[in-house]
């Protein structure tokens, strides 16, 4: 047989943990992972094509498509390294662009990636432990910045570009929101965190510089340039079975044991794991979308929310909540609420939103209803049909009929359709099923579940059971080719059963281990069978003996098949010798034309098969398909009667609509009558008014043409008139503006000279004054060198005088120059109200203008009038029309509301057999349940009692265990202080020998009283004062333990003395700085008092001095400016009293200063007060003397 080759033809199935794992290529093709190929779906068309993953690839981790959708970006790891993989999408087929395999850093897979804003640059982050963030020019393969995102191995969930610049990155995971920026080859975090980290599942971009991001506590965050602007918590709503809880759903164990996946821990499976520890009843925010009006975000399993953006402010609000409706088929009401959004996705028109579940499902809604579900929330629709949600067990096709059925692990069994690519039938069940087989015919199919094999009917809309036989855990079974046989595998023990009598006919037993694989030969008179345990037999179903046998034990067997002719058996196992295919199903459809695979990861491949030129295969085994399908008698019965039904009512309603139409006819045709008569009546009127306005009209526009006229006239008359008057206006002023200029000219020379003679008068002046002041001050200092600080504030006073003179000297002239100016001014204003006079001459002309103009408008509005009319008849004959046309619809609408009216009684009466049905089931539960419940009150009775008694016991065992605790406690007191005092005895003991034996020693030395007696003091010194020392020093120990624990006491309360004179401190600190403000501002007040003082006296002086006093008053000014000469000299009395009252008050402010320093002595001498940050009051007496210094 030539090689044959098999292409990709459709698919049944989504590779859901695959991070962004849906979006849309245009407004009717999206793109979604399914085994190892990514698939692009027409929505529009049904039609799929496949980008095909790389070789040896062991699975997609993430995708990316670019903003301009020409190019894909597949994370995969290929031979255990990962790859990045980039294709370009608009090329026909897509081909690869490039491969990114080749890392001059450590990675393990990469997790996330995303395209910038002009698909020049890709963003891709590896996961931990390195969690790197890598920035390439992926055209030219070249890292531009990489920098590690944690340290922590946190997982990283996503990272995004922003949507309007190739420099600004968002990177979020578990405790971590971090802005990046590229700059000179390196990305900078421009972001601080602020606040408790949160697990930030997911973040999108709702404008340049502002990301909404959600944890997985329910929480929504608008962040703004790295800073929090607003947060909301979603609400917990309660699931559609009424529980409460969100918890991720606990499958039960397979009976089938599968390999571990192949591809690493998904991006799904690590938030779920980073978020175990919250609290589960908070809704996880896995997926975030945005679009014009706001964004949309999963908000726990089976919700999704939209928030819309608040008009005024830069909030946004709950919208609309879309939920996963319901499956019909389901036996499950609770399963929208155990599967959760992971990925979601806006049309390029934001008409569509499209979703992925974490059971492998794909969504859709259309946003203009969610615009019509006010109040409800909306649903979402299949985007294709129900898929499954676990791994696929069984595979199993027919001859008759285009199906494929499958069966899972998520308990359903499907009927798929690959001519059509449809899903026929679907059905769940509360076991899991574990192998299936079609009958030839298409008609039936057996299914082994959990806890029995079942032999089921396939209706027009149903999967319905009709025989169950007690096989456990059937992990394989299969008809026979003729389809009147079928066999099931129990164990090591393989069942076969006649189609027609659904008798078991033999029970074939040999196998040790468990049979992994059955195939029947071309004519049904063997079964070849495959194990666990290397064997493989061949079975003679007539005497239910082995044939033939075949056993390797060193090899494990997983599947068999036979030839055509049945003399060649194939196997394959676990040693390799034959080409395995592992964890997936494969099969051929009878007439060979179609591949069909399956693998645990739920989807279901149909391929076409080609030889290696590209032709379809031969079919030597031309069958047409069958198009009969089974229906149950009651079903059709009771169709029958419902046809019978609706066969009579369409006769009454023919009935009753003809009657109604004659009436309908009758009645339209007077209206018809009527109305003609009124429109016959108003065109007539209409026409004379029309001839009427005909007339009017003639003789308004004969008056119109002779007004206009007189009008023209008459203007022309008054603009030559105005004209002559104007020129001869213009004229006039003219010669006043000239001779007004000569006069600004001379008055500005005149002007001009006053200026040059006051400033020749000012130096003069100035000369004379500095004259008389240098000479002044001669003799000053002559006379007074030893008050030269008063020689140098007369200085500054004449400075101040001569700068005073000055300023009024310019003034002066300021004030002559406004004057000139002012006049300057009247006279050019005169000059614009004429010119403006001529400007209001030349308004009334264009307004006579534009009242000839609008005379010929009214001419032209009435002729549009006119016109008006015209059609206002037309559109009257038109309207006749229309109102025909009306009642002809109405007609036909009033026939399809009656329609609909049957339709609902009909359904009407189908709602009420159902409720008598209802009702009677319900009053059969009622009564099975009430002595169920009296029971379970007597159990709960008896539970309450059990449980007093278990807390009674408990508490005796834990006052027991209390008193033993104490016991030993105490008896570990007496041992100790036992083991003390022994060895206190011992110590003793060896003491004493040890002075026996040196008493014995000294004995000797009786006889010499001087050696005796150094031998004695020796004793004493030796063992008196060493006792002394050990009594000292167990006493020394004792003081120690009370010394630490005195020190300790201590301690505490200096701590909290300390801290009660921190607070009293804080407490007075406010009146102490009042206290030196007062202070201050007393001082500063006397400062000034004394400055006004000197400024006084100063212009007492120069006052004096100008008016020229006589010799008598100099030496008083001399003995005032000479206080060390002579303090008690003669002056004016006021001069007196001022000095008088500026004493006394200083006097007053000394005695209140006083006062105030006594009062901060008192508090200083607080225990445990200090002077606020070490400030010193300056001494009482050094103040008093500043103050005499000052004042004198």
């Keep these: 047989m030539s090689a044959v080759v098999a292409q990709t033809l459709h698919v049944f199935g989504l590779r859901s943990h695959v991070a962004n794992n849906i979006f849309y290529f245009d407004e009717q093709i999206i793109i979604f992972p399914s085994g190892n190929h990514c698939v692009k779906y027409n929505v529009d068309q049904k039609w799929q094509k496949f980008i095909p993953g790389s070789e040896k690839s062991q699975g997609m981790l993430a995708l990316s498509i670019s903003p301009n959708r020409r190019y894909l970006a597949i994370s995969e790891t290929v031979q255990e390294k990962p790859a990045i993989t980039i294709y370009e999408l608009s090329s026909i087929p897509c081909r690869k662009r490039k491969v990114l395999n080749n890392f001059d850093f450590q990675v393990q897979k990469f997790i996330s990636m995303a395209f910038s804003p002009d698909s020049k640059y890709l963003l891709a982050q590896t996961s931990p432990p390195e969690s790197n963030l890598v920035y390439w020019l992926w055209e030219k393969q070249k890292v531009m910045a990489i920098v590690r995102i944690d340290t922590q191995n946190n997982p990283v969930y996503q990272v995004s570009f922003s949507p309007q610049d190739n420099t600004q990155v968002c990177v979020t995971g578990n405790g971590m929101f971090k802005l990046l920026r590229f700059a000179e080859g390196t990305l900078k975090q421009t972001n601080f965190q602020r606040g408790e980290p949160q697990n930030y599942l997911a973040h ?53 044991e599968f390999p571990p996946v192949s591809s690493p821990l998904p991006s799904y499976e690590q938030m779920v794991a980073a978020s175990s520890h919250s609290q589960m009843s908070m809704p996880q925010v896995f997926a975030i ?68 579940t974490s059971k492998n499902q794909l969504y859709s809604i259309t946003m203009s209803l969610t615009e019509i579900s006010k109040g409800e929330p909306a649903h979402f629709e299949y985007l294709m049909y129900p898929l499954h949600s676990a791994p696929i067990t069984g595979l199993a096709t027919c001859i008759r009929k285009p199906l494929i059925a499958t069966c899972s692990l998520d308990r359903s069994i499907r009927l798929w359709n690959y001519e059509t690519n449809t899903l026929e039938l679907f059905k769940e069940y509360q076991e899991e099923a574990y192998s299936i087989s079609l009958h030839p015919s298409g008609h039936f199919i057996v299914v082994g579940f959990a806890d029995k094999l079942r032999l089921m009917n396939l209706l027009i809309d149903d999967i319905r059971s009709f025989k169950e036989y007690s096989v456990r855990g059937c992990g394989e079974c299969s008809f026979s080719n003729g389809g009147h046989l079928f066999a099931a595998v129990n164990g090591n023990v393989i069942h076969v059963y006649t189609a027609t009598s659904l008798e078991n006919i033999s029970s074939l037993k040999g196998h040790t281990g468990k049979i992994r694989s059955i195939v029947w030969n071309a004519d049904d008179s063997k079964l070849i069978s495959g194990g666990t345990d290397g064997a493989v037999y061949e079975w003679n179903l007539s005497t239910g003996k082995r044939e033939t046998e075949c056993v390797l034990k060193s090899c494990s067997y997983n599947c068999v098949t036979v030839s055509p002719d049945a003399k060649i058996i194939f196997a394959v196992g676990s040693d390799h010798t034959l080409k395995e295919i592992a964890d997936s199903l494969m099969l051929l459809t009878f007439d060979d034309q179609f591949l069909l695979t399956a693998a645990e990861d739920g989807c279901l491949f149909t391929w076409k098969v080609f030889d290696k030129d590209g032709r379809g295969i031969k079919r030597e085994r031309e069958v047409g398909f069958a198009e009969e399908v ?28 003809e009657y109604q139409l004659r009436l309908k006819d009758m009645n339209y045709s007077e209206k018809i009558k009527e109305l003609t008569d009124k429109f016959i009546q ?71 000279k006053q200026l040059r003679d006051n400033e020749e008068t000012k130096s003069q002046a100035l000369e004379e004054l500095t004259e008389f002041y240098e000479a002044k001050l001669q003799e000053k200092t002559t006379l007074l060198e030893e008050a030269q600080e008063d020689v140098r504030q007369q200085l500054r006073e004449f400075e101040e005088t001569k700068k005073q003179i000055e300023e009024d000297e310019d003034r002066e002239i300021q004030d002559i120059k406004t004057k000139y100016e002012k006049k300057l001014r009247d006279e050019k204003e005169s000059n614009l109200r004429l010119k403006g006079e001529t400007g209001i001459m030349r308004k009334k002309f264009s307004s006579l203008q534009k009242e000839i103009e609008e005379r010929t408008n009214d001419i032209e509005t009435l002729k549009g009038e006119q016109m008006k009319l015209q059609g206002v ?23 399809d509301k009656e329609k609909r009216i049957y339709d609902l009684k009909k359904k009407n009466q189908e709602l009420g057999k159902f409720k008598f049905v209802l009702d009677y089931k319900i009053k059969e539960l009622k009564k099975q349940i009430e002595p169920r419940e009296n029971e379970i009150r007597v159990m709960k009775e008896q539970i309450q009692e059990m449980e007093a008694e278990l807390e009674n016991f408990h508490k005796q065992n834990t006052q027991l265990e209390l008193n033993i605790t104490e016991l030993w406690q105490k008896l570990r007191a007496t041992d100790q202080e036992m083991r003390r005092e ?23 030395y009786i006889q010499e009283p001087r050696l005796l007696k150094e031998k004695v003091r020796g004793l004493f010194e030796k063992y008196v004062q060493r006792a ?33 004179v921190v607070k009293e401190g804080e407490l007075h600190r406010t009146d102490y700085i009042r206290i030196m403000q ?56 006021a001069r007196l009293n001022e000095q008088e009252e500026t004493g006394r008050i200083i006097e007053m402010q000394r005695l209140e200063i006083q006062r105030l320093r006594d009062q901060i002595q008192e508090q200083e001498q607080v225990t445990g007060f200090h002077t606020l940050a070490g400030v010193r009051l300056p001494s009482l007496s050094n103040s008093e003397v500043d103050l005499e210094v000052k004042t004198n």
């Design 204 to 256: 999108t971009w709702v404008a340049d510089d502002k990301i909404v991001v959600g944890t997985d506590t329910g929480k929504l965050f608008l962040f703004e340039s790295g800073d929090q602007r607003w947060e909301t918590s979603i609400m917990v709503k309660e699931p559609t079975d009424g529980s409460k809880s969100l918890d991720v759903i606990q499958e039960s164990e397979s009976l089938i």
């Design 289 to 356: 979308a945005a679009y014009s009006k706001g964004f949309a975000c999963s908000a726990g399993p089976g919700r999704v929310l939209l928030f819309e953006k608040m008009e005024e402010k830069d909030f946004y609000r709950e919208s609309r909540e879309i939920r996963i409706p319901v499956d019909p088929q389901s036996n499950d009401p609770s399963q929208p609420d155990k599967q959760d959004v992971l990925c979601l996705c806006f049309s390029p028109s934001e008409e569509t939103l499209v979703a992925s």
């Design 630 to 657: 089974l229906v149950t008698k009651t079903d059709m019965e009771e169709k029958a009667q419902v046809m019978l039904e609706l066969k009579t009512r369409v006769e009454e309603l023919k009935m009753e609509n």
């Design 682 to 752: 108003e065109m007539e009127s209409l026409k004379t008014k029309n001839q009427v306005l005909r007339t009017e009209k003639e003789k308004q526009d004969v008056y119109h043409h002779e007004h206009i006229e007189d009008l023209l006239d008459k203007q022309s008359r008054e603009l030559q008139d105005m004209e002559c008057c104007n020129n001869q206006k213009l004229l006039l002023e003219y010669e006043k503006y000239q001779e007004l200029q000569l006069k600004s000219q001379r008055m500005q020379e005149e002007y001009e």
């Design 873 to 895: 008849i037309k559109s009257l004959e038109k309207d006749i029309q229309g109102l025909k046309r009306e009642i002809q619809e109405r007609d036909e609408t009033i026939q």
């Design 982 to 1004: 022994r060895q206190k005895e011992r110590d003793l003991e060896a003491l004493v020998k040890r002075f026996k034996t040196d008493l014995h020693n000294c004995v000797a």
């Design 1028 to 1060: 002394d020392m050990v009594e000292i020093a167990g006493l020394n120990t004792d003081l120690q333990q009370e010394y630490a624990r005195q020190r300790e006491h201590l301690e505490r309360n200096l701590a909290t003395l300390k801290k009660k």
């Design 1078 to 1133: 007062e202070n201050v501002s007393l001082i500063k007040e006397i400062n000034e008092l004394r400055r006004e003082l000197k400024f006084t006296r100063s212009q007492v002086y120069d006052l004096e001095a100008a008016l020229k006093l006589t010799k008598k008053v100099r030496p008083q000014e001399v003995s005032e400016t000479e206080p060390s000469r002579d303090m008690l000299s003669t002056a004016p009395a």
